[in-house]
C-alpha cells in the first residue's frame, strides 16, 4: 500500500509521468480539423526550418494559424528548455475537435438552413534530435 496522503500520492504520480519535451497548443482555432489536418500532415516529422518555409508559402488559411502556433512551440522550447533551434523537429502535431458553433442561414419561402461554425484545438510537440 503506498504512504501518505491520497494528494501526495497523485502529485508524485502526476511529476513521474510529466511530459518534457516542449509544446504548444491553440484551443478554438477557427479552422476545421480536416482543413488543419491537410496543413499538419505536410510538417509532420520534419525539422522547424523546413516546417517554418513550408507553412509560409502554404496558400490554406489553417498554416498561418498553425506557422504562430509553431513560432510559439520554439520559443518555449528556447526559453523553457534551453534547447537550440537548429536541433528541433516536430516530434508530434494533431488537432482535435472543438465544440462547434451553430448559425441559421435564411432560404427560400421561409426555410431556415444551418450553418456549422467548426473549432478545434492543434497541438504541437518539438523534441530534439
Same mark, same amino acid.
Given at each position: 500500500?503506498?504512504? =501518505?496522503?491520497?494528494?501526495?500520492? /497523485? %502529485?508524485? $504520480?502526476?511529476?513521474?509521468?510529466?511530459?518534457?519535451?516542449?509544446?504548444?497548443?491553440?484551443?478554438?482555432? %477557427?479552422?476545421?480539423?480536416? /482543413?488543419?489536418?491537410?496543413?499538419?500532415?505536410?510538417? %509532420?516529422?520534419?525539422?522547424?526550418?523546413?516546417?517554418?518555409?513550408?507553412?509560409?508559402?502554404?496558400?490554406?488559411?489553417?498554416?498561418?494559424?498553425?506557422?504562430? @502556433? @509553431?513560432?510559439?512551440?520554439?520559443?518555449?522550447?528556447?526559453?523553457?528548455?534551453?534547447?537550440?533551434? #537548429?536541433?528541433?523537429?516536430?516530434?508530434?502535431?494533431?488537432?482535435?475537435?472543438?465544440?462547434?458553433?451553430?448559425?441559421?442561414?435564411?432560404?427560400?419561402? =421561409? $426555410?431556415?438552413? $444551418?450553418? #456549422?461554425? %467548426?473549432?478545434?484545438?492543434?497541438?504541437?510537440?518539438?523534441?530534439?534530435?
Amino acid at each position: 500500500m503506498a504512504k =501518505g496522503h491520497r494528494s501526495q500520492i /497523485k %502529485r508524485q $504520480r502526476n511529476m513521474e509521468n510529466k511530459e518534457t519535451r516542449p509544446s504548444a497548443k491553440v484551443s478554438y482555432a %477557427r479552422v476545421s480539423v480536416t /482543413k488543419a489536418c491537410f496543413v499538419l500532415d505536410a510538417i %509532420r516529422g520534419k525539422d522547424v526550418q523546413t516546417a517554418l518555409a513550408i507553412l509560409a508559402y502554404n496558400p490554406r488559411y489553417a498554416s498561418s494559424v498553425i506557422e504562430k @502556433l @509553431l513560432k510559439s512551440a520554439i520559443a518555449n522550447a528556447e526559453n523553457n528548455n534551453g534547447m537550440k533551434m #537548429e536541433n528541433l523537429y516536430i516530434a508530434e502535431c494533431y488537432a482535435n475537435k472543438g465544440p462547434t458553433m451553430k448559425r441559421i442561414q435564411p432560404r427560400a419561402q =421561409g $426555410r431556415a438552413y $444551418r450553418i #456549422e461554425k %467548426r473549432t478545434s484545438h492543434i497541438t504541437i510537440v518539438l523534441d530534439e534530435r
